[in-house]
């Protein structure tokens, strides 16, 4: 079963940036899609970077550029052990909470319905 635990999201004023961790654990996919999802009050979730087992990375249009998702991997299984997602000159309009999901390869850049394990979440608000 795979688990993750979020951290790094908070409160930040507008232009600021932070650093989001997401700890990974059971993990068992061979070839794999992991990424950062964020879901705003009344709003869909999104997502909002990918990265896979070659560290090919994905981002939603109006991120690239202001968001850099990174992992680490374990050095035996290859696996992912930590993810990482630096948000730089964030607005307001990036308060949301910020999910770490996992999936088979062919899951990024797809609907977040294609991710089979998502973390509980770490809150992120921009005030201007």
């Known amino acids: 079963q795979v688990q993750f635990v979020e951290s790094g999201g908070g409160s930040v004023q507008a232009g600021g940036s932070l650093r989001l961790s997401c700890e990974v654990s059971g993990y068992n996919y061979q070839l794999y899609c992991v990424g950062w999802f964020r879901q705003a009050p009344g709003k869909e979730r999104e997502e909002v970077a990918t990265?896979?087992?070659?560290?090919?990375?994905?981002?939603?249009?109006?991120l690239q550029g202001r968001f850099i998702i990174s992992q680490d991997k374990a050095k035996k299984t290859a696996y992912p052990k930590t993810l990482y997602l630096q948000m730089n000159d964030l607005p307001a309009e990036d308060s949301a909470t910020y999910y770490c999901?996992?999936?088979?390869?062919?899951?990024?850049?797809?609907?977040?319905?294609?991710?089979?394990?998502w973390g509980t979440g770490t809150l992120v608000t921009i005030s201007s």
């Open positions: 999901a996992t999936g088979p390869r062919f899951a990024c850049g797809d609907t977040p319905d294609n991710m089979d394990y």
């Open positions: 990265i896979d087992n070659y560290d090919r990375t994905q981002y939603a249009r109006n």
